[in-house]
């Protein structure tokens, strides 16, 4: 949340009031506790990466054997793709909110025109969607993180910082979808947007190091998104920190800036005409 | 409590408001008049501070709009044209997480969402959600909801557009019992029994600009005689009919289906009518509305 508010008093150039943002926050927890069908949604998110690590990463994996990486450290297969399912759960937590549910709530159901009555600022509005779309992500990353280490994936240690760095992985997407979804027209719009997500979901450096593709490929998906939030994870989760992990960070938190600055922007421009 | 002189909204090349003035005071019910796509839900976006006026002067509370959005939205009461209450919370929770938007503790927004729903008359409902109310009730709630910050005005647009009769007067009941507590009201209608209802005063617009201004009765008396006679004239078309009838009270009105007479005294009109050897086929007199103003005003009805 911290990233949050400094992050957008960058981007905009006003103070955003954290009772406010709070209290968007408070209305999904609010939305989350009436309403049986969300838990169900929450629980098959989480599931959904569990159930590609352990048909991939172990299944797969017995098949693959040991990996041995650029830097010749050795690596056994499921320990190299469950960091990458974990960033990939910590993308589609935070933008199963930030575009389908902000979607309807922006185009259909009205949510924010309501707010907008209220003492509310379009940016407030996005700063409170954005944080607890993070807060959904996170907890598929918590979730997914405490399987990582009762598989012996990763050290307990090493999961605690990974837990932040998921956070901004859900803040970065979380954003950028938020800003997606502001021009979306209709719901087969989605469409676009879920194989856009399965083709990051797949060529990130997910199941096979960036490395084995032909140069080009490899400079094309050093320029996508989930490549970096996976390059970072994975960095914590093997303990193999490198500077490299800066850009990333860098590359992420770029992300959460422009996407929170257009989201805001296009409420104000939609909804404040 | 609002100040307006020459407020303008445009969409493109789309004039929707074209330099209106107005002043409303505080305690007063005031109505903006019109049929659809007069201006009036574009001037209550502008008062509710969620659009820009384009051009003119508006001061809110004696704030500016624009500058100080935030502080005047936390003293209005805003109830909309369509309901946007929250599909995924309860009613009670509709109220309380609505006071948290105005940073209202959540205790005392606990018991004012209590209060109001007594208000509303929607106590025994306030564990369903939103979806299972009938459309009068979710109106009430829209109006418990505007009310949650105790707000020094309250914007109304089309209260009680698409309710029915007993729904609407219901609805205006508690209207006017906020009117009695010194709420200053605003709100816009299509409706003239709705702004005789509850109007202290109205402002009538047409194509985005005022055309009369005053109270009910006062526009009534300036631009409408006392009564008005409705001939109709089985199959004939009744503008055949004018000629026939000229001079006959101050003013008749062709409309497709009847005529209206307006005059004075309505009986000693229908007289005349038939010492003129007419024997329309139904014939209403009646008192006159702000219907008829706003035919008069604008040689249109006020139908959607």
């Not at chain 1, 209709?186 to 990130?204: E, P, Y």
């Not at chain 2, 086929?281 to 702000?290: D, E, F, I, Y």
Request: glycine letters at 10%; proline letters at 5%.
């Amino acid at each position: 949340m911290v990233t949050t508010y400094a992050v957008t008093r960058v981007a905009r150039g006003n103070r955003l009031s954290p009772a406010r943002v709070g209290a968007v926050i408070n209305r999904n927890v609010g939305a989350l506790r009436s309403g049986p069908a969300y838990w169900l949604v929450l629980a098959s998110g989480f599931f959904e990466p569990v159930l590609y690590l352990l048909s991939i990463g172990v299944g797969v994996g017995a098949l693959v054997g040991d990996l041995t990486l650029q830097n010749g450290e050795v690596l056994p297969y499921a320990n190299f793709v469950a960091p990458a399912m974990l960033a990939v759960s910590a993308m589609s937590g935070a933008l199963a909110e930030t575009t389908f549910n902000f979607f309807f709530k922006f185009k259909y159901v009205k949510t924010y025109d309501a707010m907008l009555a209220t003492p509310l600022r379009p940016m407030e509005i996005a700063a409170g969607e954005l944080t607890w779309a993070m807060i959904r992500g996170s907890l598929y990353t918590g979730a997914f993180l405490i399987v990582m280490v009762a598989l012996g994936l990763t050290t307990p240690g090493w999961a605690l910082l990974a837990f932040p760095a998921t956070w901004l992985v859900g803040l970065a997407f979380g954003a950028v979808g938020m800003a997606v979804s502001t021009y979306i027209r209709g719901w087969q719009d989605f469409d676009l947007i879920s194989t856009g997500q399965f083709a990051l979901f797949l060529f990130s450096g997910t199941f096979s190091p960036v490395q084995d593709y032909p140069v080009p490929v490899e400079i094309l998906i050093a320029i996508t998104p989930l490549y970096h939030a996976v390059e970072l994870i994975r960095g914590i989760t093997t303990g193999m920190l490198s500077w490299s992990m800066l850009g990333n960070v860098a590359y992420l938190l770029v992300m959460l800036a422009v996407g929170l600055y257009v989201a805001s922007r296009r409420l104000t421009s939609v909804l404040c005409r | 409590m609002i100040y307006a002189r020459g407020l303008v909204k445009r969409f493109g090349d789309f004039t929707a408001v074209d330099g209106i003035d107005l002043e409303v005071a505080p305690g007063e019910a005031f109505g903006f008049l019109g049929p659809n796509g007069a201006g009036k839900s574009s001037t209550m976006r502008m008062i509710g501070c969620v659009s820009t006026p384009t051009a003119g002067e508006l001061r809110i509370l004696g704030m500016d709009p624009v500058r100080e959005g935030p502080a005047i939205r936390a003293r209005l009461g805003v109830c909309p044209q369509t309901d946007n209450l929250d599909p995924d919370l309860t009613v009670f929770e509709n109220l309380t997480t609505y006071a948290r938007y105005f940073g209202i503790p959540r205790a005392e927004g606990r018991r004012r969402a209590a209060e109001l729903l007594e208000f509303v008359q929607l106590t025994e409902k306030s564990g369903s959600t939103v979806d299972p109310l009938s459309g009068g009730m979710k109106r009430r709630l829209s109006i418990a909801r505007a009310m949650i910050n105790e707000p020094d005005l309250v914007l109304l647009d089309e209260p009680t557009t698409g309710l029915d009769p007993q729904a609407r007067h219901l609805l205006w009941e508690r209207l006017f019992r906020l009117k009695q507590r010194g709420v200053t009201l605003v709100l816009t209608t299509h409706y003239m029994d709705e702004a005789e209802q509850l109007c202290d005063r109205l402002v009538v617009m047409d194509a985005g600009k005022i055309v009369a201004d005053g109270s009910p009765r006062h526009l009534i008396e300036t631009y409408s005689t006392r009564e008005v006679v409705e001939l109709r004239f089985g199959d004939d078309a009744p503008a055949t009919y004018v000629e026939k009838l000229a001079g006959i009270g101050e003013r008749l009105d062709p409309l497709p289906d009847r005529l209206l007479l307006y005059s004075a005294d309505g009986d000693a009109a229908v007289n005349e009518v038939h010492r003129r050897g007419f024997t329309p086929s139904s014939v209403l007199v009646r008192r006159s509305t702000l219907e008829d103003v706003f035919l008069i005003l604008t040689g249109r009805t006020l139908v959607d």
